[in-house]
C-alpha cells in the first residue's frame, strides 16, 4: 500500500470503526489513556475458552488512536488470549504505515496495550 492508500485506510477504520461500543456481557473491562494528550479508551472483551468471542471498544481520541482500536478489535477477534500476548508492536506499526504512526508511536499502540492490559487482568495469580 502506498502512502495515500495507507491514509484511506486509516481513516476508513476511524470514520467507521469497527466493534464501536461496549459489551454489556463482557468477561473484562479495560481502560487505557495517553497521559502525554488526556485521549482514553475502553475495551470490552468477552472470553469463551480461553478466546475472544468479541470485542467492543470506546474512546475518545486522535484519527491514529482510534484508528488503530478498530483495527486490534478487528485482528483479536477469535483469537486466544496466548495469541494477544504475542502479539507485537510491529503488526499493528505495519498496518497503520510505519511513514506516519512512527512519529505516533503513544497514539498507535493505546488500542493494542490496552488490550494486553486487559489479557493481563485475566491471569490467573498464583
Ligand atoms: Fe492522544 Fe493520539 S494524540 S492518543
Given at each position: 500500500m502506498d502512502r495515500q492508500a495507507k491514509i484511506d485506510f486509516i481513516l476508513d477504520h476511524y470514520e467507521?470503526?469497527?466493534?464501536?461500543g461496549p459489551l454489556a456481557d463482557a468477561t473484562v473491562v479495560q481502560k487505557g489513556g495517553n497521559p502525554g494528550c488526556g485521549d482514553v479508551i475502553t475495551f470490552y472483551l468477552k472470553i469463551t475458552d480461553g478466546r475472544i468471542n468479541d470485542i467492543g471498544f470506546e474512546g475518545d481520541g486522535c484519527t491514529i488512536s482510534m484508528a488503530a482500536a478498530s483495527m486490534v478489535a478487528e485482528m483479536f477477534v477469535g483469537k486466544t488470549l496466548a495469541e494477544v500476548e504475542a502479539t507485537s508492536p510491529d503488526v499493528i506499526l505495519d498496518l497503520l504505515g510505519r511513514e506516519i504512526a512512527g512519529t505516533r508511536l503513544k497514539c498507535a499502540l493505546l488500542g493494542l496495550n490496552t488490550t494486553k492490559e486487559a489479557v493481563r487482568q485475566l491471569r490467573p495469580t498464583t
Open positions: 467507521n470503526p469497527r466493534h464501536h
